[in-house]
């Protein structure tokens, strides 16, 4: 099974793709064409860089593709008063005492450096669908976990400025 990707996940994933090939690609090419006129390619660094950059944007472009081939689509709904994507939640762990925010969001998404969670990691799929109040149990592994409590939920479901994830 492939990535869970929302439909805009997909319609982000394609424009990266549409740019990549039609912006991009000529820009590499190019820089491509310019190294190699400078005469001798094995001592050419600008040569090799440039061949780098170009097989770095066609490794790109091969990856989204590939994604999107196997990608399971999901939806970004969720009840008025349920955990879903895209959704900020206050959540106050029991065993530290303390309350982090922490904004739901699909793997190609996620970043913890900006507190955005994974649907897919243990504490994503532990709060997904759960309530405002709800005591939520979150599995670590066969024997472990922690207890989480749903504090607060802001519906918001704006993901314009999200970055996709570099590979």
């Known amino acids: 099974m492939g990535e869970q990707l929302t439909p805009n996940d997909v319609k982000k994933i394609k424009e990266e793709i549409e740019y990549r090939k039609l912006v991009v690609r000529k820009k590499e090419l190019e820089a491509v064409k310019e190294a190699r006129a400078q005469g001798d390619l094995s001592e050419n660094f600008e040569y090799k860089a440039a ?10 472009i091969r990856y989204l593709e590939r994604m999107l081939k196997h990608a399971k689509i999901v939806s970004d709904q969720s009840a008025g008063d349920e ?75 704006d993901d314009s400025q999200d970055q996709l994830r570099r590979y």
């Open 51 to 60: 061949k780098q950059d170009k097989n770095r944007n066609e490794s790109r």
């Open 83 to 157: 955990v879903g994507i895209n959704n900020t939640v206050d959540l106050y762990f029991e065993d530290d005492e303390e309350v982090e925010t922490y904004r739901l969001v699909t793997s190609i998404r996620a970043n913890s450096m900006e507190g955005k969670i994974s649907i897919e990691s243990p504490l994503g799929k532990a709060i997904r669908g759960h309530r405002e109040g709800d005591r939520v149990f979150v599995k670590t592994g066969e024997n472990g976990g922690y207890y989480v409590e749903i504090r607060r939920i802001d519906k918001s479901t």
